[in-house]
């Protein structure tokens, strides 16, 4: 056993719908364990800095349904290096923290992980992220939420492409994965969904799009991950527009980009949300440390940090081959 007294708790890397519920579950499970709860604003900024705000009860009430992080993140530089996490673990022990909880994604968890080797701190890991690309749990917090609100993007988008018989190459986050893009292409009805998972030729996309086209001369939806090797939308817009066959085609481009990191988490997200944070102070209690607690198969799963952010999270790839069926 750990002998825990004062945790502390940050968010850090890209935002994502709630992580404010994490962050009370975690509030809250602390005080409930009798420790004391400091928030780090900024993430590893904050941490260095020591930008530090004592949590109570109240502190994170009212923040359930907010979207973003009242902790506030940061994508720190100055953590990347080892005088910067010698210089947070200073400030961590000179507050009297001697645990911490993690909220974010892959980048997090290395500097968490670090911060456990170099100076022997307890560390705990939630998985926030959009991308959902962390191995060790179903779903990341705000995964869902970022998916509907593609989704509803893409049903508006489908209203006015409709209207004029348009081409629509619609860019969805996911900078290294495919989870959001193939999920809500599935979900929108596109013609075509791309994803950095896969090779994407571009003369097979220029064949299925005037395939699509041909056969019903109305909307086609393509949609695209940012980090497919085309370029994302931009890209293959600028390769459609160099080609006489698409001269005809009356095309755009969306980019929802950080309209998915917004807005009210979905209750899934939020039911997620509370289970991991107080999952992540149990856990800690118990004497797990440089863990993720995330939710495999409805149940709670501890993965070594370091296999979260080493290992690869599949796609699921029979969904995949579901569209080309569908579309
Ligand atoms: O990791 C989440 C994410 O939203 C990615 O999908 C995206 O590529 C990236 O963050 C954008 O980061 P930033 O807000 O720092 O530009």
């Not at 502390?8 to 975690?26: F, I, Q």
């Not at 890209?235 to 980019?255: K, N, P, Y």
């Not at 509370?274 to 993720?292: I, N, P, T």
């Amino acid at each position: 056993m750990q002998d825990i007294q004062h945790l502390g708790v940050y968010t850090s890397g890209g935002d994502a719908p709630g992580m404010n519920a994490c962050l009370r579950a975690v509030v809250r499970a602390g005080l409930d364990n009798d420790l004391e709860v400091t928030g780090i604003r900024r993430g590893y900024e904050g941490m260095i800095d020591g930008d530090l705000v004592e949590l109570d009860r109240r502190s994170v009430s009212n923040i359930m349904q907010s979207g973003g992080t009242v902790l506030k993140s940061a994508r720190s530089e100055k953590f990347r290096t080892e005088e910067g996490r010698a210089k947070a673990a200073e400030q961590l022990r000179k507050n009297g923290i001697d645990a911490l909880v993690a909220i974010g994604g892959d980048g997090t968890f290395r500097g968490a992980s670090k911060l456990h080797q170099e100076h022997e701190f307890p560390v705990i890991g939630a998985p926030g992220t959009i991308d959902n690309d962390l191995f060790g749990t179903d779903a990341t917090i705000g995964y869902d939420t970022a998916l509907n609100t593609a989704i509803e993007n893409i049903d508006r988008i489908r209203d006015t492409a409709d209207a004029h018989n348009r081409l629509f190459l619609v860019e969805v986050m996911g900078r290294d994965a495919g989870f959001i893009a193939l999920n809500c292409g599935i979900g929108g009805g596109a013609e075509l969904i791309l994803i950095p998972e896969t090779i994407t030729e571009m003369e097979m996309v220029k064949k299925r799009i005037l395939s699509h086209m041909s056969a019903q001369r109305r909307s086609t939806i393509v949609v695209v991950a940012e980090g497919d090797e085309l370029g994302g939308a931009r890209g293959i817009e600028q390769a459609l527009r160099d080609d006489s066959d698409f001269g005809d085609i009356d095309l755009r481009s969306t980019i929802l980009g950080h309209t998915q990191r917004g807005g009210a988490p979905s209750a899934s997200d939020r039911v997620l949300a509370s289970r991991l944070g107080v999952g992540c102070v149990e856990s800690l209690l118990d004497g797990h440390s440089d863990v993720m607690v995330g939710v495999v198969n409805g149940e709670t799963k501890l993965t070594p940090l370091r296999n979260v952010y080493n290992r690869r999270k599949s796609i699921d790839y029979d969904l995949l081959k579901l569209t080309q069926i569908l579309s």
